[in-house]
Structure formats: structure tokens, C-alpha cells
């Protein structure tokens, strides 16, 4: 499930209903630390304040929208 996209709520809640039934608990015990990938040389630079954006977005707002 995708904290940053709320249609990936419906499906997640899908999922868990045609597998299992139900779901009795969850532990959301994941975070992402945006990790800028020009470090590998891959893509153009992402400046800080982006990259903080992101992060917070997902680990703080994105966990009030589920």
C-alpha cells in the first residue's frame, strides 16, 4: 500500500478481503527516508527541501489519510 496514493487504499482493503476475510490487525512498522539517488549518479539532483517534502508526506500525512 502506497501512503502517498489513496486509491491504493480500496485496493489494498481489496486484497485483504477476497485473500483472507478480514485483517484482525495491522502494524505499520515501515518508513521511507527519501534517499537522493544522484548519490548513484542515476538522475538529476533532488534539492533537500524536496527530499524532506517526501519523506514526511509518506512516513507522517500519508499514514493520517489510511
Known sequence: MDLTEPSS???ARAFVEREYGRLDALVN???VCYNDPTLYGK???TPFEQQAAITVQTNYHGADLA
Open 9 to 11: 487504499f480500496e485496493a
Open 29 to 31: 512498522n515501515a518508513a
Open 43 to 45: 538522475v538529476a539532483h
